[in-house]
């Protein structure tokens, strides 16, 4: 049971998770942001531009009438051929605009949604793309898919039914066309035709966020993580702790060890008698006090005792001077300032003993 509640994905997704599925281009994206974004600047454009492109087309239909009323003054072939450069433009200048501000609104719909995030990973060949359970589980039977044939079902009839309602206020309006002249009647189906644009534009934009923010659900429940993912995380980025603590124990062994081999080398021990000892060494000529070179307590002291008696050093019972050495001198530096002239005492008592036994 434990293991089930370890394995949910319950945690909400780190910042290095969220990258993982940038990288794999899994995004939250919906390409009804890109359709809506489209609609949305064609009818920018056609209220904008609508007029200059209105008179432009209407324009090049009167010279390619006024074009064909000449038709002695021209060949059949250069009538053609003057008919296509007059409305030619007029059409190209229309339909490059709408292209190129449709393009423009697609591609910004793109980077809003991705941010410029570009993958191959998507386009990679694997072997669960290939497996027919796995596609049916993921496209048919799981609530991501059911919901997403719900959405699609609520676009038809939310659009179907804005569009009825727009057609039904327009109706009694529409049945009095054959009463008005041709310019009256395209401006009137100018006008229904609008606003059946702007109705189809506010839906489809509505929708459009609905299924981003069911595709954002989607991916957000995808990146959550379990509490044994985050751990093996902040394992792989800070280190394993007991590896690390392991690591630790070590360097401060190989550490221990070697201090523990420089105390052959000193000129003589200070303990307290049983819990400190601090080995020290001094070389008139080379040093200007006193070093440490190795220092503990309890075992360690134990240790450095039995060193200091089998290399035959001097060792002295002297607790306060112990303590203190302990407390603030550091392994491999001269003593303190403060301890030298306690540590001087230490060392001419020393002198005087090797003295007198020297002169015995």
Known sequence: MAEDQSAEKTEEPTPKQREKFREEGNIATSPDVGGAAILAIVL?????GGGPIYRGIAGSFTDSF???????????????????RSSGAAYLRAIGLVVAACGAAGLAAGV????????????ELKAEKFNPV?????????????????????????????????????????????????????????GVFLKLFIVGVLAASALAIADYAL??????????MSKQEVKEEHKQQEGDPLVKGRLRQRMRQIGRNKMLAETADADVVVVNPTHYAVALAYNPDEDN???????????????????????????????????????????GEP?????????????????????RRAAA
Request: charged share 20%.
């Open 44 to 48: 920018l454009v056609v209220a904008l």
């Open 66 to 84: 006024e074009l064909a009323g000449r038709v002695r003054d021209f060949g059949t072939l250069d009538l053609y051929t003057q008919v296509a």
């Open 112 to 123: 809003a949604q991705t941010g410029l995030n570009f993958s191959l990973k998507p386009m």
């Open 134 to 190: 796995t596609n049916l589980k993921n496209k048919i039977f799981s609530i991501w898919a059911v919901a997403q044939v719900g959405l699609s079902l609520l676009k038809a009839l939310v659009i179907a039914v804005a569009l009825f309602f727009v057609i039904r206020a327009a109706m009694p309006m529409m049945l009095t066309l054959p009463g008005l002249e041709l310019e009256a009647s395209l401006a009137l189906l100018g």
């Open 215 to 224: 595709n954002r659900m989607r991916i957000h429940k995808q990146m959550k």
């Open 289 to 331: 006090a006193p070093r440490v070179l190795s220092k503990g307590k309890d075992q360690t002291a134990l240790r450095i005792r039995e060193i200091a008696r089998k290399h035959q050093i001097p060792i002295i019972a002297n607790p306060p001077v112990a303590r203190a050495l302990h407390e603030f001198a550091r392994i």
């Open 335 to 355: 003593v303190p300032n403060e301890l030298y002239a306690m540590v001087a005492r230490v060392l001419a008592y020393l002198y005087r003993m090797t003295q």
